[in-house]
């Protein structure tokens, strides 16, 4: 089972109350939160903790300045200015490993740094899924770190997924920059009241979204299936996305579409565009594994094709679909005309279905003639047959011979 662990220092027990009549409230901590993913580089994780201290009014530092070695010396000396008495401020770094990848850590030797001599109270945490993340750090950066791990498990119950994923849906106050009942109010009442009523009613359509049965059984096939979170999130990507100010509500219908794109089979989608030579070897490899031939070679595989387009052609006369050109193909009244290619060409499409890794070697020797090796089958036999139910240009008498049996 995945697990997941956190990377912590020391932060003190620093809660403020608040005062009797609620004017000089002081904030419990504050949280600056990056990912490994979006910050892939120091500089951008620089530009992004400016952008969240300048947005909590902490900061009036310059977020725009692209100069990580000019940025830094600034944000260290803020952080270097605070004292005990002031709130803590929580760096949490999801994907940390990530992190640890960047050149030198110098952002993390820094945050580590100053979380240890620094007045002002600063954690941080790095959540990550690799076991071995502290092995990624260097010697000066692993020095300065408290070596606290918390290891936690993914939600053992159906209840507590849900609670999860939907938590993850909601909007928050901050995350329409409502301010707070303590703060000034730079809005004007009318905007504030639009924000409010877009909040509260884009939070219970989330509520009722959870109530609909086809989407309630989407979320627990994901749950059956893995209990990560992470997979409910890219269920989500699709939809998010698609948000706008003409469509700004979440609908059951697009995670319907999400997910069925999510169970698509990867090898189906593959063969979607492959030749109608490349089928035809498939579909005869198909009538050699029915017949018990589970392993085979080219010249049996292209044996099959040959005689089945002997067939036809011979059938040719008599059938109204189709008939014989005068360059020896047989040609279909469904505008795709069906040929017998030679056997150097149809050795190529076999070889462009091996690196295709569609096929591979029954054997590691790998000796012998190419059209000779025997080969195995990476598909299903029903997978094969979804794709000629699928491929655009296939004609019926091929799908016939494909549904043969």
């Known amino acids: 089972m995945e697990r997941e662990f956190a990377i912590m220092t020391s932060m003190p027990d620093t809660d403020q109350d608040m005062d009797a009549d609620g004017a000089?409230?002081?904030?419990?901590?504050?949280?600056?939160?990056?990912?490994?993913?979006?910050?892939?580089?120091?500089?951008?994780?620089?530009?992004?903790?400016?952008?969240?201290?300048?947005?909590?009014?902490?900061?009036?530092?310059?977020?725009?300045?692209?100069?990580?070695?000019?940025?830094?010396?600034?944000?260290?000396?803020?952080?270097?200015?605070?004292?005990?008495?002031?709130?803590?401020?929580?760096?949490?770094l999801d994907e940390f490993d990530l992190f640890a990848q960047h050149t030198k850590q110098s952002l993390l030797y820094n945050l580590f740094d100053v979380a240890q001599s620094a007045d002002w109270p600063i954690a941080v945490i790095g959540v990550?899924?690799?076991?071995?993340?502290?092995?990624?750090?260097?010697?000066?950066?692993?020095?300065?770190?408290?070596?606290?791990?918390?290891?936690?498990?993914?939600p053992g119950t159906y209840h507590d997924y849900v609670e999860i994923c939907q938590n993850a849906l909601f909007l928050s106050?901050?995350?329409?920059?409502?301010?707070?009942?303590?703060?000034?109010?730079?809005?004007?009442?009318?905007?504030?009241?639009?924000?409010?009523?877009?909040?509260?009613?884009?939070?219970?359509?989330?509520?009722?979204?959870?109530e609909d049965g086809g989407f309630t059984r989407v979320v627990q096939r994901i749950f059956d299936l893995m209990k990560d979170v992470r997979g409910f999130y890219r269920l989500c990507f699709a939809p998010v996305a698609a948000l706008s100010e003409a469509h700004p509500y979440l609908l059951p219908s697009q995670f319907y579409e999400s997910g069925l794109q999510q169970r698509v089979d990867s090898k189906t989608e593959l063969l979607?565009?492959?030749?109608?030579?490349?089928?035809?070897?498939?579909?005869?490899?198909?009538?050699?594994?029915?017949?018990?031939?589970?392993?085979?070679?080219?010249?049996?595989?292209?044996?099959?094709?040959?005689?089945?387009?002997?067939?036809?052609?011979l059938r040719a006369p008599s059938t109204s679909s189709l008939g014989?050109?005068?360059?020896?193909?047989?040609?279909s009244t469904e505008t795709v005309s069906l040929r017998l290619y030679k056997k150097a060409v149809a050795l190529k499409a076999f070889e462009h279905l091996i690196e295709a890794e569609l096929l591979r070697p029954a054997d590691s020797s790998g000796k012998g003639p190419k059209e000779y090796r025997m080969m195995r089958i990476m598909l299903d036999i029903s997978?094969?047959?979804?794709?000629?139910?699928k491929h655009r240009d296939c004609p019926t008498v091929v799908a016939r011979w494909a549904a043969r049996r």
Do not use: W
């Open 128 to 154: 990550t899924c690799r076991m071995d993340a502290t092995e990624l750090l260097e010697k000066r950066v692993k020095s300065r770190f408290s070596l606290r791990h918390y290891y936690t498990f993914p």
């Open 272 to 313: 979607k565009g492959i030749s109608l030579l490349e089928l035809s070897l498939l579909i005869a490899i198909k009538h050699l594994i029915e017949r018990e031939n589970i392993t085979f070679n080219f010249e049996m595989v292209y044996d099959e094709y040959k005689e089945f387009m002997d067939t036809m052609v």
């Open 324 to 331: 014989v050109s005068s360059g020896g193909s047989i040609t």
């Open 24 to 92: 000089t409230r002081k904030k419990d901590f504050m949280v600056i939160k990056l990912n490994g993913i979006v910050q892939t580089d120091d500089r951008m994780a620089l530009k992004e903790i400016m952008r969240q201290l300048s947005r909590e009014g902490e900061s009036e530092m310059d977020s725009n300045n692209t100069s990580f070695s000019d940025s830094l010396p600034s944000l260290l000396t803020f952080l270097k200015s605070g004292t005990r008495e002031q709130y803590p401020i929580i760096f949490i």
């Open 173 to 210: 106050p901050a995350d329409l920059d409502i301010p707070s009942e303590d703060e000034d109010d730079i809005l004007s009442d009318q905007d504030l009241e639009k924000k409010i009523v877009f909040l509260r009613e884009f939070n219970r359509r989330i509520k009722v979204l959870f």
């Open 383 to 389: 997978q094969i047959a979804d794709v000629v139910l």
